[in-house]
Structures are given as structure tokens and as C-alpha cells.
């Protein structure tokens, strides 16, 4: 009997341990689909949403291509634009003029800022500019903005660029291009037009003097290209030498420019500047003395007086483009100096030079005119850089309709250095 109760507890505790386990294993095998349900759940999820992000970003980008290909097709399919035509002395007129094509080779731009300029006062002042523009014309030089048309063979650019094709560009055959002196071309090409909405590009500027604006540089920077290339040109032209001391004379735009490429060269600079608002901008562009005198001679006293001895600067730069200044510039250079007459005088006036001081003091005097291809490209580095103050050259904004009440203001000597036209 014992055997039997004995047997029969055995077996009952087999079954019940049969039971658990097969319970358990029955629990453990539910948990462990369900758990894998759950993970297929989820990857399968992430993966729909992350293909819907794809695809959405995707159209989104497809969109906004399709976009701003419709809105230039658009802007290219306008019959006109809007331009500043100049006519004579201080007559300039926005009118409605054709939207220019691209011709083979040439390029359309759509301003995005064109920027004002002593030759362009000087251009409104006398109605005409003898080797840059004939009236009537489309006016205005300095501007950067957007590729909307590409002519047939052109490869380096397409829709969509930001480019900054300047005002002129060498023939690149004649003797003086040949020589690396493309400033003096025989046959500089000039284009004008940079007050309007559009602006065509010649060929040979496509071929040559078009840059293309690296991403992270505004367009009102790049627009500085031009007239910086100048300065860059007059101060290496100047010839500096490590140590020299540089004295510019006048506070326009370019004399500041000059100014600043020779302050961020590291040189010690002398501005010689007449208002105060010149003054204050000489002084955040690096300039270390400045001087703001009544007359230019005793500008040139008191500049004297800050060098060694009272001996004179090393190198004296002139960016005024007054017979009288070119005269008084000689003054202020040491024995063995340079004198760069930067600044252009008005046509046929002339100066008288004391031919001693010249000769006995060894003076080298020298004029710098223009641009090259490679200076272009060296002034737009210099912005892109980041050390250069484009932004300090930019004092005011106005759309194109403003642009006579802007050169207006500039004649009555504001303290505006650069305004950037917006069309
Ligand atoms: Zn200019
Ligand atoms: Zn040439």
C-alpha cells in the first residue's frame, strides 16, 4: 500500500512539475514572439518613416528647384526691366528698357546689389565718361548677383550661380597684355548696366573677369570686387617694403580701401582724410595716425612731423585726383620715397614738380591705373576671406528708384562711402 502512495505522490509531483515547465516554457516562448513582434513593429515603422522623410525631403527639394526654375523662366520671360539710363550732366532716368538675351558666350545676371562709385559721380557730374560710357547708356559698374541665362558655349557657368563679373576685361593679344599689363589694354572692353534688374555680360568679361562668389560671402560683398581690386593694384604697385610707413591721401572710398589692404598687410598707415566721418572710418580700417587738417600743406607738415627726424613716409599715396594734391603728395615722400598718383585728374590739367626734390632725393613717382584678371581674382579672396571689412564699405541701401536722390547726396559730400542699389 505504502509502494502505491509513495508511486502515486511521485507521479503526481512529476506531472505538476511537468505542468510548471511546459507552463513555462509555454510563457517564455509567448514573451519571446511577442517581443519579436514588437521589434519587426518597430524596425518595419522606422523604416516607413524614414523613407516618407526621404521622399518628402525629396519633393520638397524638387519643389523649390522647380520653383526658382519657374520664377527665373519667369523673370527671363518679362519682355522689360527696370534701368537707370543716363542721358547728359546730372540727368538719369529709370526706365522701362528690353530684358538684355544671352548671345553665344555671354551670360545674363540678375542684380542682386550694384554699388556706387567716385566714377560714376564723376560719370552723373559731366554726362559722360570718355572711355567707359557714351550717353545715352545704361549706367553703373560694380554689381553682383544671380546666372539667369547662359549663352550657347558657355561651360564654367550655369542658372543659379552667384558670379561677379566685372567691368571690363583685356584683349589678352596686344603688346601690353602680353606683358601682364592687361590694365592697359589697347582695347579694353567695358560693360556698363549694373543699375537695372538685369545685366548682360560680354563674352570676353564671361571668359575672363567672371568670378564666381564663394557660398558663405553676401552679394553686396563680392560687389566690392572692382574697386578693390584697384586699391589692391595701387598699393602693390607702391611696392611696399616690410616696415614702411604709408601715408594715403583722401578719405573716398578708395583711399579707405587702400588704407585697409595696407593696415591688413601690416603696415603702419598714416590717413590723411578731410571730415570727420572719414576720419572715424580710417580709424576702424586700421589706420594707426590720422590726420585732419584745413589745407593739404599743412596736412603734409603735420604728416612729416610723425615720421623719424621729420624725414617723410616711405611711401606716399595720393587717392584725391586734384592736380594741387599730386603736387603736395611729393612733399610728403622721404628721400629715396615713392609717390603713387592714384587718384585720375580731370583731362588736360597738369601740375608743376620741383625737379630738384625729385632728383636729389631719389623720389620714384608712379601712377597706377585699373586692374588685371589676376588682381580680380586676389580682391575677391581678400573679401572672402574674412579679415577684410566689407560691411564698413557699405553705409547705405536704396532701390533703384532712389538712385538720383542717392548721387545727389553723394555731390553734396555725405558721409556715405558705398550705397548698394537694390532693383
Ligand atoms: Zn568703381
Ligand atoms: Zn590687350
Not at 40 to 45: I, P
Amino acid at each position: 500500500m505504502a509502494g502505491t502512495v509513495k508511486a502515486a505522490i511521485l507521479r503526481g509531483r512529476k506531472t505538476v512539475k511537468t505542468v510548471v515547465e511546459e507552463g513555462r516554457k509555454k510563457v517564455e516562448n509567448v514573451v519571446e514572439g511577442g517581443l519579436n513582434t514588437v521589434e519587426t513593429v518597430v524596425e518595419v515603422g522606422l523604416d516607413t518613416v524614414e523613407t516618407v522623410v526621404v521622399k518628402g525631403r525629396k519633393r520638397v527639394q524638387t519643389a523649390v528647384h522647380q520653383g526658382r526654375k519657374t520664377v527665373e523662366n519667369a523673370l527671363l520671360h518679362r519682355v522689360t526691366m527696370r534701368a537707370a539710363i543716363l542721358h547728359g550732366r546730372e540727368d538719369v532716368r529709370i526706365e522701362q528698357v528690353p530684358v538684355p538675351r544671352a548671345a553665344a558666350g555671354e551670360l545674363v545676371v540678375r542684380v542682386g546689389a550694384a554699388l556706387t562709385c567716385g566714377t560714376d559721380l564723376k560719370v552723373f557730374r559731366r554726362g559722360y565718361h570718355a572711355r567707359m560710357i557714351v550717353p545715352p547708356a545704361l549706367f553703373g559698374h560694380e554689381q553682383a548677383g544671380t546666372v539667369v541665362e547662359v549663352g550657347e558655349g558657355v561651360a564654367d557657368f550655369e542658372a543659379g550661380d552667384h558670379v561677379v563679373a566685372l567691368n571690363s576685361a583685356p584683349c589678352g593679344k596686344c603688346y601690353f597684355c602680353m606683358r601682364g599689363q592687361e590694365n592697359l589694354c589697347d582695347d579694353l572692353l567695358f560693360n556698363n548696366g549694373a543699375y537695372a534688374e538685369f545685366i548682360k555680360i560680354p563674352e570676353r568679361i564671361v571668359a575672363k573677369n567672371t568670378l564666381r562668389i564663394p557660398e558663405n560671402v553676401p552679394l553686396e560683398h563680392a560687389a566690392l570686387t572692382e574697386p578693390l581690386a584697384c586699391a589692391v593694384h595701387g598699393f602693390e604697385d607702391s611696392d611696399p617694403r616690410k616696415g614702411d610707413m604709408i601715408a594715403v591721401i583722401g578719405g573716398g572710398p578708395l583711399g579707405l580701401m587702400i588704407l585697409h589692404v595696407a593696415a591688413l598687410a601690416g603696415y603702419e598707415t598714416i590717413a590723411i582724410v578731410k571730415h570727420d566721418g572719414q576720419a572715424e572710418a580710417a580709424r576702424q580700417l586700421g589706420a594707426v595716425h590720422i590726420v585732419q587738417s584745413a589745407t593739404i600743406r599743412k596736412a603734409i607738415q603735420e604728416t612729416r612731423a610723425l615720421t623719424p627726424n621729420n624725414r617723410g613716409v616711405d611711401i606716399a599715396i595720393e587717392a584725391v585726383g586734384l592736380p594741387e594734391t599730386w603736387q603736395e603728395a611729393v612733399e610728403l615722400a622721404r628721400k629715396g620715397g615713392t609717390v603713387n598718383f592714384f587718384g585720375g585728374c580731370a583731362a588736360n590739367t597738369h601740375v608743376n614738380l620741383d625737379t630738384n626734390r625729385i632728383h636729389y632725393s631719389d623720389i620714384t613717382l608712379r601712377a597706377t591705373f585699373h586692374h588685371t584678371p589676376a588682381i580680380c581674382r586676389k580682391a575677391l579672396a581678400l573679401i572672402a576671406g574674412g579679415k577684410f571689412q566689407a560691411g564698413a564699405f557699405i553705409t547705405g541701401r536704396a532701390h533703384l528708384y532712389e538712385l538720383n536722390r542717392v548721387f545727389e547726396k553723394l555731390m553734396n559730400r555725405s558721409t556715405e562711402i558705398k550705397t548698394a542699389i537694390v532693383p
